[in-house]
């Protein structure tokens, strides 16, 4: 059975019992909280994500071309690259205009993952005054959180030689010196499923042919609608939980 990590994540009965969300270390950001954005926002919130982690992403170095990678990809699945490359060219900064654009190109990102049934046209993506303000005052919480636990070493994760025929497919958010960071803008707490996401994106990783992940030590999640942070060291999770994901979750072969 061939499936994403994502795929994978959703399938698997009792994520929790891996490693539980509860153990791993909450840590609250200067700068606000959930309660200092706007409650309701008109776009789905999966779009709302994208377009944070990307902004973030061209914030802090990435070229757009680079950001926007994935929706570039995505919008050859509907023919409209040309659309996709018109709206990464108005994306400058943090401008209404930009942040308007980021969303819409976020949803050639869905399509490359999702498929074209995935696909909503982008001129019928219109969001209010207080989805923009709040995208853009997450995007600033990610260039702290960035500032003060990064610089990241790479965004735009992958694992090329660590996939198997069971999870063939996954990218993850970011790397920083010692942590693989996923980014979450859930209203929620952390998840266990998201904690699994992140174990098999770090198992992964050490399979895979890329030696920077040799060097992680936590497992991190960065929530910036709430401006938490959620880690967990590596030395922590115990050998029965690397077996079964390694040899019943990514059935890597036993030597």
Known sequence: MFDSVTNKVSSTKKPGRFVKPSAFEKIQLEGGGIEDLHPVENIYPGLIGIAVDYLTRLMTGDSPDSAFSVSLNGSDKVNARKQAEALIESVKGLEDDSICSAIRLAVFDTVYRAGEAAYVPVETIYPDADTVENVRNM???????????????????TFKGGYTGHVTSGDGDFLTKDTLWDFKVSK???????????????????HSIHPEYRDVKYLGVYNPRMNMIYRYPVADISDEAIEELDYSIICYPRE
């Open 139 to 157: 995007v600033w919480r990610s260039v702290a959180f960035l500032d003060i636990y990064g610089p990241k070493i790479t965004d735009h994760l």
């Open 188 to 206: 929620q707490t952390l998840q266990s499923r998201s904690v699994l996401q992140l174990l098999i994106y770090w198992r992964l990783g050490l």
